[in-house]
C-alpha cells in the first residue's frame, strides 16, 4: 500500500504547484479589461438645439456646445459621427476626458438640404460605454429658391445638373456662380432655371481658391462650398455644397486644413 500512498501525495502536490503558478500568473497580469458602462456619463450642453426656420439663402450656421465628464472615471472618445456632411464638429479623434473636465467645440451647419423639417445629430463613440447622450439641433428648411438636389455629389460623369427652384413662382436671373465652375446658364428670367456644374473647373478650383475647399491629408479636396448669385429679393444668393466622396481627381497638391468661409 506505500506505494500508491507516496502516488497521491506526488499527484496533490503536483497539482498545488499549478494551481499556485496559475495564481502566480493572474496575479502578475494584474485586473481584466474594465466594463464597459451601458451610459457615458457625459453630458452633452446644449443636448437640442431648436433653431426654428432657416433658408438655403443663408451662410452656414456655427453652434457652440460642450461635453462634460460627470462621472469618476476617464472615457475615451473614439469616433465623432455626423448624420450627415451638412453636420460638421471640429473634433478630431481619439480623445480623452477625465473627470470633471469639460471640452467646448463648435458644430458648422449647412442649411442647405431639401425643404421641410430637419434633424441632424452628433453622436460620440466612447470605448468604455455602449451608448451616450448625442447632440441634436432641429430646424426647418424654407427658402425663396432651393436647388435639386441639395449638395452635388461627384460622380464618374463629367458635370452635374442643378435645378434652381422658385416655389412660389416669382421668376428670377442667375447672375453668377462662385467658384466659376459653370459655364454657362439660361439667362432668360424664370421660376425654374438649371446651370451645370463642370467637375474639371472644380479642380481647378480647388486649386486657385483652397479657402473654399477641404481637403483630405493626400490634398485631394473633399468638400467645397458653391454660391449661386441670383437676382431675387430676399435671396440674393443661393449656397450649396460639392462633394469628392470617392476622390476620383488627382490629388491636387495643396496644403490640408483650408475650411470653407
Excluded at 191 to 198: G, Q, R
Excluded at 204 to 214: D, G, W
Amino acid at each position: 500500500m506505500r506505494g500508491p500512498a507516496i502516488f497521491v501525495v506526488v499527484v496533490l502536490a503536483m497539482l498545488a504547484a499549478a494551481i499556485g503558478g496559475i495564481a502566480y500568473v493572474v496575479s502578475k497580469a494584474g485586473p481584466g479589461p474594465r466594463p464597459r458602462t451601458a451610459l457615458a456619463p457625459v453630458e452633452v450642453t446644449p443636448d437640442v438645439v431648436e433653431l426654428g426656420t432657416i433658408s438655403q439663402c443663408g451662410d452656414p450656421i456655427v453652434l457652440k456646445a460642450s461635453l462634460r465628464n460627470a462621472g469618476a472615471e476617464s472615457f475615451h472618445v473614439n469616433q465623432v459621427v455626423a448624420a450627415c456632411g451638412c453636420t460638421v464638429p471640429d473634433l478630431t479623434t481619439p480623445f480623452r476626458i477625465d473627470p470633471g473636465q469639460t471640452i467646448d467645440f463648435t458644430v458648422a451647419l449647412d442649411p442647405w438640404a431639401a425643404a421641410g423639417a430637419q434633424a441632424q445629430q452628433v453622436d460620440f463613440i466612447y470605448a468604455e460605454a455602449s451608448r451616450a447622450p448625442p447632440f441634436r439641433v432641429r430646424y426647418e428648411v424654407v427658402s425663396p429658391l432651393r436647388t435639386v438636389p441639395g449638395a452635388a455629389h461627384r460622380t464618374k460623369e463629367p458635370g452635374a445638373v442643378i435645378k434652381i427652384t422658385a416655389d412660389d413662382g416669382t421668376h428670377f436671373t442667375i447672375r453668377s456662380v462662385d467658384p466659376p465652375v459653370a459655364e454657362q446658364w439660361i439667362l432668360t428670367p424664370s421660376s425654374e432655371t438649371h446651370v451645370t456644374i463642370d467637375w474639371a473647373l472644380v479642380d481647378e478650383a480647388a486649386k486657385s481658391r483652397p479657402e473654399l475647399f477641404e481637403f483630405d491629408s493626400n490634398g485631394t479636396w473633399r468638400r467645397g462650398k458653391l454660391t449661386i448669385e441670383t437676382g431675387r429679393e430676399g435671396c440674393p444668393a443661393i449656397h450649396m455644397r460639392l462633394y469628392n466622396d470617392d476622390g476620383l481627381e488627382v490629388p491636387l497638391g495643396v496644403s490640408t486644413g483650408a475650411q470653407p468661409s
